[in-house]
C-alpha cells in the first residue's frame, strides 16, 4: 500500500510509528480506530529502530540490525509487510513490521 507520511514517532519499544496518509486506492485499510486513535492514518511500524529504552523490548531487538529506512513527513512511500489488527492498542489497523519501504 502506498500513501504520504503524516508523522514519525518514536517510541520507547525501539520501533517507529508512522502515520501514513493513504492513497485513494489504498482507502479502505483503516478503520473506525485508526480514526479515533490515529486521526485516520494507517501505523506503519518500523521496528528496532534506535535502542529500546522499554525494559522489556529489549530482548526483542538484541541481535537485530535495522534495514528499513524511516521517512520523513510529507514523503510518498509504499510498504509491504503484515496487515493486522493491534489488539494492544484498540483493534487499529497497521502494517507490522515493515518488510520493505520505498520512498518515492
Avoid: F
Avoid at 506503519?44 to 522489556?56: A, L, Y
Amino acid at each position: 500500500m502506498s500513501g504520504t507520511v503524516n508523522a514519525t514517532i518514536y517510541e520507547a519499544d525501539g520501533d517507529v510509528h508512522v502515520r501514513l496518509r493513504l492513497d485513494p486506492a489504498s482507502s479502505n485499510w483503516t478503520n473506525s480506530a485508526n480514526d479515533q486513535y490515529q486521526y485516520g492514518y494507517l501505523v506503519v511500524e518500523v521496528v528496532c529502530v534506535r535502542i529500546p529504552t522499554q525494559t522489556d523490548a529489549i530482548p526483542a531487538c538484541q541481535g537485530y540490525t535495522n534495514q528499513i529506512l524511516v521517512p520523513r513527513a510529507g514523503e510518498h512511500i509504499t510498504v509491504t509487510g503484515p496487515y493486522v489488527l493491534d489488539r494492544a492498542h484498540h483493534n487499529w489497523a497497521e502494517v507490522h513490521p515493515v518488510y520493505s519501504l520505498v520512498v518515492g
